[in-house]
C-alpha cells in the first residue's frame, strides 16, 4: 500500500511522465502510458529509459537532493547504492547535508584535502564538483562539464612535459584567445554548455543518436515536481538509426576535435567546454553504427570524428586526456 503517490515528471535525457509512490519499504515509479505527452515519444527512445517501471528498496537510498528544472528549484536527485556516483564521488547521506546548498556541501566535505594529498584524481574530484553543483547526467541542460585541458590539436608528437601544450585554466574558454584581451569584455555569444551541444559530442552512440533526432521539449507545469535517477546508460550499436536519419548541417556537427577546438577560439557563439566522456569513452568518437552524417562545405565527409595527428586511435585520445586532466 502506498502512503503517498504524487504525479510527477522523470528526467532522463527526455521527460516522462508518471506516478511516483512511496510505501513502507519501496520507492517506485510507474510510467503513465496514457499521457499525451508521453504517446508523443518515440518509443524507441523509452527503450533507453531503464527506469520508466522500477521499483527501490528505502534501504538501497544513499541521498536525495533538491535540484532545479528548467531554472525552477522542483526536482529531486535520488541516489541508489546499487548504481551511480553516490558512493565513488564522496556525497553526504545525512538529511541535513543532502538538503544543504552546494556551497555548505562543499564546506562540509574533505574532498578538497583528498585531491590535494592526490587521493583522489583530477577527473573524480571534477565529477564530485558537477555533482553537488547539480549537474546530472540525466539532465542534458545541466549536465557535467570538463575544460579543455590541451592547447594541440595538430602537431604529429605531444610533449606532454611542455606547457604550451596546455590551456591557461586560469581564464574561461571564451577568454583564451590572447585577441580577445584587447576587446571590450564580451567573450560569449552562448553558454559553455548546453543541452545542443552535448548531444553533438554524443550523436554518434545511441541514446543521444535518437534523443537528437527526436528531440522534445517539454515546459513543467506548476502542480508536477521532477526527478532524476542516477543511472549509467547501456550504449549499444543499435542499427535503427542507420542511413536515413535527418541530422543537422554537416558543417555544425561535431567532426573533427581540432576544428571544434578552434572555433572556441574565434567564434564567441561557439565556446562549448567539453563532456566527462572525452575522457572516457572513446566509443563517442566512432560512427559505429554507419551513420549518414552529410558532407562539409569543403568536402569533408562526416564519420568518425577525426583526432588530433598524436593520437593514432580514440583509445589513445582518450588515455591522454585522462593523463594530463
Known amino acids: 500500500t502506498a502512503y503517498l503517490s504524487v504525479p510527477c515528471i522523470l528526467v532522463s535525457g527526455v521527460t516522462v511522465h508518471g506516478t511516483l509512490s512511496i510505501s513502507k519499504y519501496e520507492l517506485y515509479f510507474e ?24 521499483r527501490w528498496s528505502l534501504s538501497e537510498i544513499r541521498a536525495i537532493f533538491n535540484r532545479s528544472f528548467l531554472h525552477r528549484k522542483v526536482a529531486l536527485e535520488i541516489f541508489v547504492t546499487s548504481r551511480g556516483i553516490g558512493t565513488r564521488y564522496g556525497l553526504p547521506v545525512s538529511r541535513a547535508s543532502t538538503l544543504a546548498s552546494p556551497s555548505k556541501i562543499f564546506q562540509l566535505s574533505n574532498m578538497t584535502q583528498r585531491w590535494q594529498h592526490r587521493e583522489l584524481s583530477n577527473f573524480d574530484y571534477l565529477m564530485y564538483l558537477n555533482t553537488i553543483a547539480g549537474r546530472s547526467y540525466n539532465d542534458l541542460n545541466q549536465y557535467p562539464i570538463f575544460p579543455w585541458v590541451i592547447s594541440n590539436y595538430t602537431t604529429k608528437e605531444l610533449d606532454l612535459s611542455s606547457p604550451s601544450n596546455y590551456r591557461d585554466l586560469s581564464k574561461p574558454i571564451g577568454a583564451i584567445n590572447p585577441k580577445h584581451e584587447t576587446q571590450p569584455p564580451f567573450h560569449y555569444g552562448t553558454h559553455y554548455s548546453t543541452a545542443a551541444f552535448v548531444l553533438n559530442y554524443l550523436l554518434r552512440v545511441e541514446p543521444f ?76 568518437f566512432e560512427n559505429l553504427n554507419d551513420l549518414d552524417l552529410g558532407v562539409t562545405d569543403d568536402g569533408i565527409n562526416v564519420d568518425t570524428v577525426i583526432l588530433p595527428p598524436w593520437a593514432k586511435s580514440p583509445e589513445e585520445f582518450v588515455r591522454i586526456n585522462r593523463e594530463v586532466g
Open 209 to 284: 543518436t535518437t534523443v537528437f533526432l527526436n528531440l522534445q521539449w517539454y515546459m513543467p507545469m506548476t502542480n508536477y515536481f521532477f526527478i532524476f535517477f542516477i543511472f549509467i546508460f547501456t550504449f549499444l550499436s543499435c542499427p535503427i538509426m542507420k542511413k536515413g536519419g535527418k541530422f543537422d548541417h554537416p558543417d555544425r556537427i561535431f567532426y573533427s576535435i581540432a576544428k571544434t577546438w578552434e572555433n572556441c577560439q574565434i567564434n564567441t557563439s561557439d565556446v562549448k567546454e567539453l563532456i566527462p566522456e572525452f575522457f572516457y569513452f572513446p566509443e563517442m
Open 31 to 54: 510510467h503513465d502510458t496514457d499521457h499525451p505527452n508521453n504517446r508523443s515519444i518515440d518509443q524507441r527512445v523509452l527503450t533507453y529509459i531503464e527506469h520508466i517501471y522500477s
